[in-house]
């Protein structure tokens, strides 16, 4: 059995062990079974909660995108309400969630690896999961547009692509770049030197938002 969370109802131990066992030994090689086993329940507990395997993958999938759609900072959570520039903007989120990070993925969570793992499968799970990421960062790009402090450019669509690409691909290279950098860039001791660079470079993307007609710039 799995060391985890005591609190945890047997349903999260399920999809905590699950997590750990795809991340550790991709989808095909994991059973029901090795998933009851590491969570200290049967196998129909498993089929109980979840289906099948399939459906407990789903589960584990849907769990990320709920916490990965935690981490998109609003309009009203990092302080654009008073941003004047996209510098400004990214300066008010980077403060709100860079601890909200290491709380999401502490450096034992499973999560990340498992990420790892969705995107290297290019199965049709996966470009479904990150379909839903693009979807959420074109929207959110839309609120911030909205808002009246950032200008995402002529083409949303590419420019949040572009941003999924650079976040998922630390996701991806995380171990060459810990021992390029000496330090790890998602982990709780590196992600505010990561953290607040990534959102420098950010800012430079999107450009601030024009002003209203009428208002001299």
């Known amino acids: 059995m799995l060391?985890?969370?005591s609190d945890l109802t047997p349903k999260a131990r399920i999809r905590e062990a699950a997590l750990r066992l795809f991340a550790d030994d991709g989808f095909d090689a994991v059973t029901v079974r090795r998933i009851a086993a590491a969570a200290g329940v049967?196998?129909?507990?498993?089929?109980?909660?979840?289906?099948?395997k399939e459906g407990l993958r789903a589960a584990c999938d849907d769990h990320i995108l709920r916490l990965t759609e935690e981490l998109m900072p609003t309009p009203?959570?990092?302080?654009?309400?008073?941003?004047?520039?996209?510098?400004?903007v990214f300066d008010a989120s980077a403060e709100a969630k860079f601890g909200s990070f290491a709380?999401?993925?502490p450096d034992d969570s499973p999560v990340l690896p498992y990420l790892?793992?969705?995107l290297l499968a290019d199965d049709e799970r996966a470009r479904e999961v990150l379909r839903g990421w693009h979807r959420m960062t074109v929207d959110l790009l839309t609120l911030w547009r909205d808002a009246g402090v950032l200008d995402p450019g002529p083409d949303p669509e590419v420019r949040a692509a572009l941003l999924l690409a650079m976040?998922?691909?630390?996701?991806?290279?995380?171990d060459?770049?810990?021992?390029?950098?000496g330090f790890d860039p998602l982990g709780s001791g590196g992600i505010d030197r990561w953290g607040r660079d990534a959102y420098s470079f950010f800012s430079l993307m999107l450009t601030d938002a024009p002003p209203p007609e009428g208002r001299p710039t």
């Open 103 to 105: 709380e999401v993925f």
């Open 116 to 118: 790892r793992r969705m």
């Open 76 to 88: 009203e959570e990092s302080g654009a309400s008073g941003a004047t520039s996209a510098a400004e």
């Open 176 to 181: 060459p770049l810990t021992e390029l950098l």
């Open 42 to 52: 049967s196998p129909a507990l498993v089929l109980h909660h979840y289906g099948s």
């Open 167 to 174: 976040d998922l691909g630390a996701v991806l290279l995380r």
């Open 3 to 5: 060391n985890m969370r």
